[in-house]
């Protein structure tokens, strides 16, 4: 399994960013995907579900309206589109695969992507 984010970057308060996460080595369609954060001296911290078909999302509640996540399937690619950040947004952004019927656990995740949101 490799997981590989991209898309992080330094972006002033109400910026925008497109994560992407390159999903190898496992059958991607079938899999509900996550994006999940660590801000610097906190925990992991849930941000958003997929389903296998991107057929039903989820979100957390600070993020809700402004963050939007999606997949290809034909391109093994995962993606969270990130407007309105506010810099409470800074973190370290992981794509993972969650562990099934676990609340925040996961089986996989890939080297993170640094969003930094600061003037």
């Known amino acids: 399994v490799q997981l590989v984010e991209s898309g992080g970057g330094l972006v002033q308060p109400g910026g925008s960013l497109r994560l992407s996460c390159a999903a190898s080595g496992f059958p991607f369609s079938k899999y509900t995907m996550s994006w999940v954060r660590q801000a610097r001296g906190k925990g992991l911290e849930w941000v958003s579900d997929?389903?296998?078909?991107?057929?039903?999302?989820y979100y957390e509640d600070d993020v809700k309206g402004r963050f939007a996540i999606s997949r290809d399937n034909a391109k093994n690619t995962l993606y969270l589109q990130m407007n309105s950040l506010k810099t409470e947004d800074t973190a370290l952004y992981y794509c993972a695969i969650p562990r099934p019927g676990a609340t925040n656990e996961y089986d996989y995740w890939g080297q993170g992507t640094q969003v930094t949101v600061s003037a």
């Open positions: 997929i389903t296998s078909s991107g057929g039903s999302t």
